[in-house]
């Protein structure tokens, strides 16, 4: 929230933006987790993969938004696709690894998501300052 506050001054409304992640990730579960479950042949750790890259990217594109309508395309991707991280995570670590370690799989897909979370905005802010 400091982030639009300082790039698009302290009138914009900023809750916008999480109300944007949370119904686009509602929207994601629903999409993602039907496609999962009834589309013949749907690939759930391609899904994985693909939401988890995109995920990655978006939160790295955050500092590279100028226009608060890019900021809030971004979110909208963001929640979307933490919608299908989210939804299908759960039966892929059972299929993978079966009922007595699903949480030891869970906790290492969360902890490989954080490093991009968490590293990807300054990386990009940074690179952005260079230019």
Same mark, same amino acid.
């Given at each position: ?26 929207? #994601?579960? &629903? ?6 479950? &009834? /589309?013949? %042949? ?9 939401? &988890? ?9 955050? !500092? ?14 963001? #929640?979307?696709?933490? %919608?299908? &991280?989210?939804?299908?995570? @759960? !039966?892929? @670590?059972?299929?993978?690894? %079966? ?5 030891? @799989?869970?906790?290492?897909?969360? #902890? ?5 979370? /968490?590293?990807?905005? !300054?990386? @990009? ?7």
């Amino acid at each position: 929230m400091n982030h639009v506050q300082e790039r698009f001054g302290p009138d914009t409304n900023k809750e916008i933006l999480l109300l944007c992640i949370g119904i686009t990730s509602c929207l #994601g579960r &629903f999409i993602f987790g039907s496609v999962a479950d &009834f /589309v013949k %042949g749907a690939n759930k750790v391609f899904l994985q993969v693909i939401s &988890f890259l995109i995920i990655g990217v978006m939160s790295m594109m955050i !500092p590279l938004c100028h226009i608060f309508g890019g900021l809030i395309a971004v979110c909208l991707l963001m #929640g979307l696709f933490d %919608g299908c &991280f989210i939804c299908i995570m @759960a !039966p892929i @670590a059972f299929e993978l690894v %079966g009922a007595k370690d699903v949480s030891q @799989a869970i906790g290492f897909l969360l #902890g490989l998501m954080s490093v991009p979370m /968490v590293a990807g905005p !300054p990386i @990009a802010g940074k690179t952005e300052r260079q230019d």
